[in-house]
């Protein structure tokens, strides 16, 4: 496994980078091309570890996938063998999203239940709720969900109790081919629905109320190959506007869409950054500034996102005085904490929430990325704690970062990507 080696940084980071395409907008599309039988594209996607999982279930399901640049050409005209299987789902849980589309144009088949992740469990009992909402026979046995139908799906109607994106990505693409209107309240309303909502649409879906929790979808017979372009990752771009006010440095994150990211933007705004904003850019400048401690909670967009808790917490440990996290998406997703501790960070958790005693000196020593999302906030951190810091398990980085190191480098890092040999 590989690890990072990490000096500590000579200047703050400074310049401009730019970001790819979102992953967790290219799994759900992805999925959605499992509901026709022929050739769909999806452009402007990243290289991404996740990317590689996905295809291997769709390789699984019997569909051919190439892949030239960044972008995806998938032929779902060989599907037969319907499951994906648990050595797969395990290792990323977006696999699950083939559940939805293969019973709607199938009538049946069998999905490995995800299991947990890095921070405890991740239900998908919403995913299953929803799909018998739209007449589907659900089975749970051996770790495995079996979903059956007779015939076509019927629309139906299904009310989210919460806010999920993973739930609202499988039902709405189950809906596009039931039999008959479907209405789905409290859906989620992060920018990948309005990214796969789009792709449906173009594959001939008849879906309304994008942008919003009330989707209603009348269902058709068949739909045509989908193609389209990706939108940016928000995830992407915030982690790295993150670690320009980790840093004190300026960084212009280009090709992405500012309304994505607002509540980070007003977090950084109210802390102190200074920050401008383009069509298709943000630049965010902490240079000498003394920034302020802030409270920040996460919510389902557009609130600020679980995805950045992480990264924050680490800008929050550079700032003087308390400040105060709490992660409501998941109110256990504080595997970093422990890390950012062995770095000289004073955090004390309690509950879903940390109070981050801020601008205490950080010194290296070694570490391990626990999920993606913890890797990038570890990585900000290292850039600034005096030494060499190592960092192993970088493979959860590989999942969600595309060409990472380059991109830190090219703004003054020094990452370094060794051989793990412990
Ligand atoms: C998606 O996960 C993202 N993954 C996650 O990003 C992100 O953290 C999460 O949404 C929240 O924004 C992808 O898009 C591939 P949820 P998902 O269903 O769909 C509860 C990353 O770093 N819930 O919106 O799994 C759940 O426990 C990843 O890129 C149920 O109770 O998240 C959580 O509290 C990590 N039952 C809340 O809903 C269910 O059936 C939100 O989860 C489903 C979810």
């Known amino acids: 496994m590989d690890r990072y080696l990490i000096p500590a940084l000579e200047q703050p980071l400074n310049g401009e980078v730019e970001i790819s395409g979102a992953k967790n907008a290219v799994l759900a599309i992805m999925a959605a ?8 594209e999806i452009s402007n996607v990243p290289h991404l570890k996740d990317m590689k999982t996905m295809s291997d279930v769709f390789r699984v399901i019997g569909c051919r996938i190439d892949g030239a640049a960044h972008t995806l050409r998938i032929d779902t005209r060989g599907a037969n063998h319907l499951e994906a299987p648990y050595e797969l789902v395990k290792t990323m849980r977006a696999s699950f999203y ?5 019973v709607a144009r199938f ?22 709720k929803g799909l018998e909402a739209l007449g589907a026979t659900i089975n749970v ?12 799906l019927k629309g139906g109607t299904f009310h989210f109790p919460v806010s999920s994106v993973g739930a609202t990505v499988n039902i709405l693409m189950a809906a596009t081919l039931a039999s008959g209107k479907s209405v789905l309240h409290n859906a989620a309303i992060e920018p990948e629905i309005d990214a796969l909502v789009d792709y449906l649409i173009g594959m001939g879906a008849k879906i309304e109320g994008r942008g919003t929790r009330t989707l209603k979808v009348e269902g058709v017979e068949k739909l045509s190959p989908g193609s389209g372009a990706t939108i940016p990752d928000r995830i992407e771009a915030g982690s790295f506007l993150i670690g320009a006010a980790v840093t004190r440095g300026c960084i212009k994150t280009t090709n992405m869409d500012p309304t994505h990211i607002e509540a980070l933007l007003n977090s950084l705004r109210e802390m102190g950054c200074k920050i401008t904003i383009g069509d298709t850019w ?8 003394k920034l302020k401690p802030i409270s920040v909670k996460t919510l389902p967009h557009p609130g ?29 997703r504080f595997t970093h904490v422990a890390e950012l501790q062995r770095l000289g960070a004073d955090i004390k958790l309690v509950g879903d929430t ?12 070694p570490i391990m990325a626990s999920d993606l999302r913890a890797g990038a906030a570890l990585v900000l951190a290292a850039l600034i704690a005096e030494g060499e810091t190592s960092i192993s398990r970088i493979y959860h980085i590989d999942r969600g970062y595309e060409d ?15 051989q793990d040999n412990s």
């Open 107 to 128: 009538g049946r088949c069998r999905v490995s239940l995800p299991g947990g992740c890095a921070w405890g469990p991740r239900p998908v009992d919403l995913h299953l």
């Open 98 to 102: 083939v559940l939805g589309p293969l």
């Open 304 to 332: 600020f996102p679980t995805d950045l808790q992480a990264p924050m917490m680490t800008l929050l440990a550079t700032i003087d005085g308390l400040s105060i996290i709490q992660d409501t998406v998941y109110t256990d």
């Open 354 to 365: 940390a109070h981050v005693q801020g601008g205490k000196p950080l010194s290296s020593a």
């Open 33 to 40: 091309t499992l509901l026709v039988d022929g050739v769909s």
């Open 282 to 289: 943000v630049e965010v400048d902490a240079r000498d500034k």
């Open 404 to 418: 990472f190191e380059n991109k830190i480098n090219s703004l003054g890092a020094a990452v370094q990507r060794t």
């Open 141 to 152: 046995t051996h770790g495995y969900v079996e979903a059956l139908c007779e015939g076509r």
